[in-house]
């Protein structure tokens, strides 16, 4: 599974929108890039996946390059609750394990 | 429809004794996976299971641990002699089936705590 690079941490205003960055430019043509996010200890989330399609759903959008070497989260009203650490993972299309790398620390102030 | 449930959510255990912890899918889901995130650190994976099968323990520590997966009831973890090494809060998640688009729910975690 290809390797993913995101910035440590990263500060947002409440209601303002958060932009993740992750690079993923090993990536192969049949692995999905999938975000996950972990609120203080709790269980992993599962927040949006994608192939190469930018994605929408209840709690955010994904936007992923034309050459899907990156990609970029997106919530577009950041709350107080969507502090967590924010995962991007690479999956190939077989599914199995998820490989965490360390993830960007998003705090949203107030 | 309930979540993945784990039990118990806190377990303490002095050194050289066992630990049990146990995972139940979410309705409909064959397939279980354990993570472990050891203090301060990153969730790293340690086994994937499907009913009655072990398809990955590419993570599992190569002693002491086993995991489980019957065709009834609960995925077991079982750590045998723990150590203080082993105090780590333990994830479970489930997958309907292993294909494309299909993302892992997980459960709460059991803190293991080694005295």
């Known amino acids: 599974d290809a390797k993913t690079t995101q910035p440590t941490s990263m500060d947002c205003a409440e209601g303002r929108a958060a932009n993740l960055p992750c690079n993923h430019s090993?990536?192969?043509?049949?692995?999905?890039v999938y975000w996950y996010r972990q609120i203080h200890s709790q269980g992993p989330q599962y927040i949006i996946h994608?192939?190469?399609n930018n994605e929408t759903n209840e709690m955010a959008s994904l936007i992923i390059t034309e050459d899907r070497k990156s990609s970029t989260l997106i919530l577009p009203h950041a709350t107080l609750r969507d502090t967590a650490v924010y995962y991007c993972?690479?999956?190939?299309?077989?599914?199995?394990?998820?490989?965490f790398g360390q993830g960007t620390e998003l705090s949203v102030k107030p | 429809n309930a979540g993945v449930m784990q039990n118990p959510r806190h377990l303490v255990r002095r050194r050289g004794q066992e630990a049990r912890l146990r995972c139940s899918p979410m309705?409909?889901?064959?397939?279980v996976y354990w993570y472990r995130q050891l203090p301060e650190e990153g969730l790293k994976f340690m086994v994937y299971?499907?009913?009655?099968?072990?398809?990955?323990e590419s993570g599992m520590p190569k002693e002491r641990f086993s995991a489980e997966f019957p065709k009834e009831g609960p995925s077991i973890l079982r750590i045998q002699q723990v150590v203080r090494g082993d105090s780590a809060a333990y994830f479970c998640?489930?997958?309907?089936?292993?294909?494309?688009?299909?993302?892992?729910?997980f459960g709460p975690g059991t803190r293991l705590t080694v005295l």
């Open positions: 998640a489930s997958s309907p089936t292993r294909g494309k688009g299909d993302e892992q729910f």
């Open positions: 090993t990536i192969s043509g049949n692995e999905y």
């Open positions: 994608g192939l190469k």
């Open positions: 993972i690479v999956v190939n299309n077989q599914g199995g394990k998820l490989i």
């Open positions: 309705k409909g889901h064959s397939h």
């Open positions: 299971l499907q009913k009655e099968n072990i398809i990955d």
